[in-house]
């Protein structure tokens, strides 16, 4: 089973990489520099690269994207890409930043770097870089801060979305920065403390550990141990993943729905072309858990192929033409489509 899925991953790699690229960083020099603060612009891309947002304790990269005239109090999105990606690429397909511009939220994407991982990885399954305050999780929320401080964000409308090993990490995020997000959006990702090292991380991608889901949900409980805000969680994942397997989305789902004690069998389904979404909602009718599940989609974040904010202005990997922009209707679940006045 697993040369078979080590096989998959292979196919999806240039022919001179190796596996333990996708997840084994290089070690970190800890005297590093972090250089003055200065701000460029991305070649052909409305992102803005930011530095010196603080001590960036994960060596990441951050951009930006703050609509001109942006008043205070609006809305802040973060977004994480997967392996083989940049933030450039992911939202030339995803549309974050133009759907930005079009509706009034800034945007902040936290990059990896190949110095730290040559696949452009997000480090999900170590220790030491998705505990609270260190590592990577620490640079990318000292990303959201500066932003947020900067521009005077909501603090009570920050999101989160990624992909894959972004999905990954955003899942870290959430767990161990409830209070921080309103919600958070993870696409072909995997559970919080799904593995602690690059070996059990391929074992993981292949079939979630086998737990029940009060022991899912302790791993988030063990980091944050007093949840006053719950975020609500939307999870994407396509059935014919054989990158990520689909057991990690309905393990993800099982996590956060026992964390908030919501029954199992007290979810919505919906049905819509391709699509098969349950939700579990609070007392208050509040979506808390949503599960979308996509019928026949590989590995990757479902796009639709258009002009403005939300729609694929390119073909990019690992961004799926599935006939419907997951980011249009991430963004609506999050109460960010309505138009904004300048």
Not at 102 to 130: D, H, I, K
Not at 164 to 182: I, V
Not at 205 to 229: G, K, N
Request: a positive charge; hydrophobic letters at 40%; charged letters at 25%.
């Amino acid at each position: 089973m697993r040369d078979r899925f080590k096989r998959s991953v292979e196919r999806l790699l240039p022919t001179e990489a190796k596996l333990g690229d996708l997840f084994w960083p290089f070690s970190r020099d800890p005297e590093r520099k972090v250089p003055p603060v200065r701000r460029r612009p991305a070649v052909s891309s409305p992102l803005v690269e930011v530095t010196g947002f603080g001590s960036n304790p994960g060596g990441l990269r951050m951009f930006e994207h703050v609509p001109e005239g942006l008043p205070a109090g609006r809305p802040l999105v973060l977004v994480l890409h997967g392996c083989q990606q940049d933030a450039e690429s992911y939202d030339r397909a995803a549309g974050w930043a133009l759907l930005a511009e079009e509706r009034g939220f800034a945007v902040v994407y936290a990059q990896q770097r190949e110095a730290n991982n040559p696949r452009l990885c997000f480090t999900w399954f170590r220790p030491s870089e998705v505990t609270r305050d260190r590592g990577e999780t620490m640079s990318i929320r000292q990303m959201v801060a500066y932003t947020a401080e900067r521009v005077a964000s909501d603090p009570e409308r920050i999101f989160v979305t990624g992909l894959s090993a972004g999905g990954a990490m955003t899942a870290a995020m959430l767990a161990n920065y409830p209070a921080l997000f309103a919600g958070g959006a993870i696409i072909a990702g995997l559970p919080f403390g799904a593995a602690r090292d690059a070996s059990r991380a391929f074992d993981a991608m292949a079939a979630a550990p086998e737990r029940t889901a009060r022991e899912w949900s302790d791993l988030v409980r063990a980091v944050s141990p007093r949840i006053a805000r719950k975020p609500a969680i939307s999870i994407w994942h396509g059935t014919a993943d054989e990158t990520v397997s689909l057991s990690n989305g309905l393990a993800l789902a099982e996590q956060w729905r026992d964390l908030y004690r919501l029954p199992k069998e007290a979810f919505v389904e919906k049905r819509l072309k391709r699509r098969r979404t349950r939700i579990w909602p609070d007392k208050e009718g509040r979506a808390l858990v949503t599960f979308h599940e996509i019928d026949g989609m590989g590995h990757g974040t479902p796009v639709l192929t258009g002009e403005g904010g939300g729609y694929a202005a390119s073909a990019e990997p690992f961004m799926l033409d599935v006939g419907f922009s997951s980011t249009l209707e991430i963004a609506k679940e999050w109460g960010l489509t309505r138009k904004w006045k300048r």
